[in-house]
């Protein structure tokens, strides 16, 4: 009489409900109220035993690699669900603007694409599938590459709380940086600019950005106590920013625990610099100085003293900010040509114009640093634009030092050999 094979230990069990379906079940410690933890899986009538084996196999080696769910995980919890809780939680730490982008991106794309599949059955391709509706809209493959990190800090934080989350959907390679067209602006371009600014009461403001090296922002949040004229310095220390409300357009606002601001007016903001190093002290130029000068006997009264407010004294919004300086270029004449195609330079490339100004000039990398608000070289180095003849006066400059103007006859020699 044959015998029925005892399973071994620990490889869970399988077996048919009266309805046809195959279950499989293994025993995974203990909940907090003593009783065993079991976890299970299933498959309809038609994909068999052996169909429920190989997912429960599966299953326990995801057990094994990842860990126990916490009691109070569901099990089915759709990356929709998960997204919710996460950008909940997500809001106390991060910053007001990278909280802001996440939503944006978990709302207008992940969810709407893949918000329906449940965490723990997760596929590379649900991943890809999110970038690929993205560059099917035709958007920038930087916005890719931003879903594609968000992505992955959320379901990395799920793991964490005890979501199943399949290690292959968390391996997928980002997309590949698109090559930025941002450049310094072109020399002659600069002048026309600065000369057009002149004709400017609040000129001033585009001096800041060519001459001084500041952010949009920084421009925008620049109060007049921060001003030193007797010592012709300034303290960057403040960004105007638009900061969320917690519920439709008034109200409190979205800001994280220990966040230091100041409301202006509604959503504008003064904000600190991501970094410490963006706050600084940097000299004020004269060209610099006397348009101060000029453009503080006829500015706006601003109640919170900003520098360039709107007409009305309240702060000027980064809209009106770009509209104006599109408005400036095209007085100036000026455009970022690539052959017969052209488009207008982007605000930031001012910046860019005046650290490759401050670098061409001969500036040591540390002070360019110190000026630009950077955190390293490395980022300063970003934004150096030298061309190929200052590169090859370098290079002969060094070779001249080490005596190396002509190649030896006896290297002549052997390069003929």
């Known amino acids: 009489m044959a015998t029925k094979k005892r399973r071994q230990y620990g490889t869970g069990s399988v077996y048919q409900r009266s309805d046809g379906r195959w279950i499989g079940a ?15 899986v299933s498959c309809n009538a038609e994909k068999g035993e052996v169909e429920c ?49 996440d939503r944006s991106l978990i709302n207008v794309w992940v969810i709407p694409t893949i918000g329906h599949r449940r965490l723990d059955q997760l596929t590379p391709g649900d991943i890809r599938a999110v970038t690929n509706a993205i560059r099917n809209a035709g958007l920038a493959n ?41 450049d310094s602006i072109d020399f002659e371009d600069a002048i026309a600019l600065l000369k057009a600014a002149a004709g400017h009461a609040d000129g001033s403001r585009w001096v800041a950005a060519l001459l001084q ?48 601001y100041r409301q202006l007016d509604g959503a504008l903001c003064l904000v600190r610099p991501k970094t410490e190093k963006g706050q600084r002290i940097i000299p004020i130029v004269p060209f610099m100085y006397d348009s101060l000068i000029r453009w503080r006997e006829i500015s706006p ?24 300086w599109i408005a400036l270029q095209d007085e100036a ?22 650290a490759t100004l401050l670098l061409e000039s ?28 200052m590169a090859r006066k370098a290079l002969d400059g060094i070779a001249e030092r080490l005596q190396l103007t002509a190649a030896p006859s006896a290297l002549e ?4 050999d």
């Open 142 to 182: 930087s916005t890719a590459i931003r879903a594609r990190a968000v992505m992955k800090k959320m379901l990395k934080d799920a793991a964490i709380e005890g979501h199943q989350v399949p290690t292959n959907a968390l391996m997928v390679s980002a997309p590949a940086k698109s090559i930025s067209d941002r």
């Open 333 to 354: 004449q000026v455009a970022k040509l690539d052959g017969k195609s052209g488009r207008r330079y982007d605000l930031y490339e001012a910046r860019h114009t005046a």
């Open 26 to 40: 293994f025993q995974a410690g203990w909940n907090a109220n003593g009783t065993m933890r079991r976890i299970t």
């Open 413 to 416: 020699g052997v390069a003929a």
């Open 213 to 260: 090296a500041m952010r949009p922002g920084e421009c925008l949040g620049l109060c007049w106590p921060l001003i030193d004229f007797t010592e012709r310095q300034m303290d960057v220390s403040w960004q105007l920013q638009s900061l969320p409300y917690i519920s439709g357009r008034s109200g409190p606002l979205r800001v994280p625990d220990g966040y230091e």
């Open 53 to 101: 084996k190989r997912l429960l196999r599966n299953k326990m080696r995801q057990v094994e690699q990842n860990g126990l769910p916490s009691a109070d995980v569901s099990r089915r919890a759709t990356v929709k669900d998960w997204a919710t809780e996460w950008l909940t939680i997500t809001q106390r730490h991060l910053r007001p603007k990278s909280w802001q982008t």
């Open 362 to 389: 001969g500036a040591d990398p540390i002070v360019v640093k110190s000026i630009m608000g950077h955190s390293s070289i490395v980022t300063s180095r970003i934004y150096q634009h030298v061309n190929q003849a």
């Open 301 to 324: 009264p601003s109640p919170h003293g900003l520098v360039w407010p709107r007409p009305d004294g309240r702060p000027r919004t980064s809209a009106a900010d770009r509209a104006a």
